[in-house]
C-alpha cells in the first residue's frame, strides 16, 4: 500500500470554498477516473498561528503502478486543478510518497 501525501495553503477567507471544490468536484472527479489500484483519499484541515489554513490529503493506493495510473509518469508531480490554484496561496508542487509499513486500529 502507498500513501500520496500533499499539502495546500489558503487564506481563511478562501477556506471553505477550497474545501467545497475539493468534496464536490476534484474528489468526485477522482472517483471518476476509476484508477486501479486507488483506494480513497483523507482530508485534513487546520488553522496555523500565522492565520493561514494548510489542507492535507492522503491519498491511497496499492501500489505505485497504481500511482503512476492517476499522476502519469511523473508520478510524484502534484495534481492541482486550476480552480483549486485560484483559491490556493500556496501548495506543494510535488506530493510525497510512503510505503505503508503497518496499520493499526483500536
Known sequence: MMNRVW???????????????LKEEIFRTIDAMKVSGYRGITLLRRTLDNGEVEFVTIMQFE??????????????QAYVPEKARALLSRFDAQSQH???RHEHTA
Open 98 to 100: 510512503y510505503l505503508v
Open 7 to 21: 499539502h495546500g495553503w489558503t487564506t481563511p477567507d478562501n477556506a471553505d470554498a477550497y474545501e467545497c471544490l
Open 63 to 76: 501500489s505505485v503502478e497504481a500511482v503512476r495510473q492517476f499522476a502519469g509518469a511523473d508520478y510524484r
